[in-house]
Nanobody
């Protein structure tokens, strides 16, 4: 089994920054990707970004490209999401997830999920 624990959420004013962290523990995989998804009230869960195990490949949703940066530390089994220039529409619960078969933006390929951390962007 795999456990994922997010941290770093909170409240920030528009234009501000936050960094989310996700710690993974449990079994290992020969290849995997770690991703961030988010879900706003009344909306479906949506893909934000993902990073490959090596860290050499990343993918971003159009809505966050250029503002958010994903990074990983495979030795520490951690992944980070640096969020800059935050907008009210970024308000959501952010989830860390792990896909055992490699990089993907498809939530159905992520078998393991954290409990989520709330990010609120408002003035």
């Amino acid at each position: 089994q795999v456990q994922l624990l997010e941290s770093g959420g909170g409240w920030v004013q528009p234009g501000g920054s936050l960094t989310l962290s996700c710690a993974a523990s449990g079994r290992g995989f020969s290849d995997y990707a770690m991703g961030w998804f988010r879900q706003a009230p009344g909306k479906d869960r949506e893909f934000v970004t993902a990073i490959s195990k090596s860290g050499r490949s990343t993918v971003y949703a159009d809505s966050v490209r250029g503002r958010f940066t994903i990074s990983g530390d495979s030795a520490k089994s951690r992944v980070y999401l640096q969020m800059n220039s935050l907008k009210p529409e970024d308000t959501a619960v952010y989830y860390c997830a792990l896909a055992p078969r490699g990089l993907s933006a498809r939530p159905e390929l992520y078998d393991y999920w954290g409990q989520g951390t709330q990010v609120t962007v408002s003035s």
